[in-house]
């Protein structure tokens, strides 16, 4: 079955540094889409960064945020520089597309605070 496993999350000060790593089985990763989303408190959950046949970036974190790909350890990166308290949220690695009807991880949490 889909497993999926984010880490790196923290608390960071503005304008700090993290990277997000995320390691997903039970589907063949090499021929998937890969994306980050991330939801912040009342707010939906939001697709900022994907990876397939092209990478794309939602604009308040293009310039910021660089995901990445490693096919032979199953793994999808997320550095993200220049954090913001509006980067705020719980980030969440899946597929591209995903629904609420997929499997999702348990994600981690990303503060920006001084």
């Known amino acids: 079955q889909v497993q999926i496993v984010e880490s790196g999350g923290g608390l960071v000060q503005p304008g700090g540094s993290l990277k997000l790593s995320c390691v997903a089985s039970?589907?063949?990763?090499?021929?998937?889409?890969m994306a980050w989303y991330r939801q912040a408190a009342e707010k939906g959950r939001e697709l900022i960064a994907a990876?397939?046949?092209?990478?794309n970036y939602a604009d308040s974190v293009k310039g910021r945020f660089t995901i990445s790909r490693d096919n032979a350890k199953n793994a999808v990166y997320l550095e993200m520089n220049n954090l913001k308290p509006e980067d705020t949220a719980v980030y969440y690695c899946?597929?591209?597309?995903?629904?609420?009807?997929?499997?999702w991880g348990q994600g981690t949490q990303v503060t920006v605070s001084s």
């Open positions: 039970g589907f063949t990763f090499s021929s998937s889409g």
């Open positions: 899946n597929r591209l597309p995903a629904t609420d009807r997929d499997v």
């Open positions: 990876t397939g046949r092209s990478i």
